[in-house]
């Protein structure tokens, strides 16, 4: 399937849900903001954005969207940032531990270059951590670690889904968008 013909959905019931939106706009590729079940049949791949992952939990069991995304996992690519990943733990989709805030409060955010793996070569890009989670086990060799930061895994692909503790939104290369179209396009 070509780019064009994508359209990708951005669970949008919290938090940084519009810049996934723009990075996907710059890869000439279609969107669809995703707040209940029926937009999600609408989809190729999902994003789900950074936020506050209690809030997003609780948003998505009172809209009954829990049993679409585990089902929509089974078929298509989803794409986790930051409180994104937890909620992708939770529904099972990575074999890792992982600690909510894990390096610290909202005072501990920073930027950090890291090197990431990806087919086309290995490229050096600016991460942003916000209160991070901390990826703090991979307990399964299912998980590709494609980029880490002091020796912890930071973003991992585990199957079709893929997972960033940063925020590769907020920066102005959409290349790790660029690649999960490339995934749901295989
Ligand atoms: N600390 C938040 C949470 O655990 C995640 C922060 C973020 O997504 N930027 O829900």
Known sequence: MPHADLKIGILALQGAFV??????????VC???VRRPSELELCDGLILPGGESTTMTHLLQTE?????????????????????????????????????????RQIHSFSASLPISLPSGQKEIEALFIRAPKITEVDSDKVEVLGKYQDEAVFIQQGHHLATTFHPELTDDPIIHRYFCDTICL
């Open 64 to 104: 009954g969207m829990w049993p679409s995304l585990t089902q929509f996992a089974k078929e298509k690519p989803m794409f986790g940032t930051c409180a994104g990943v937890i909620l992708m733990t939770k529904l099972g989709l990575f074999d890792i531990t992982i600690e909510r805030n894990g390096y610290g």
């Open 31 to 33: 969107t669809v903001q």
């Open 19 to 28: 810049r996934h939106q723009q990075a996907i706009d710059k890869l000439g």
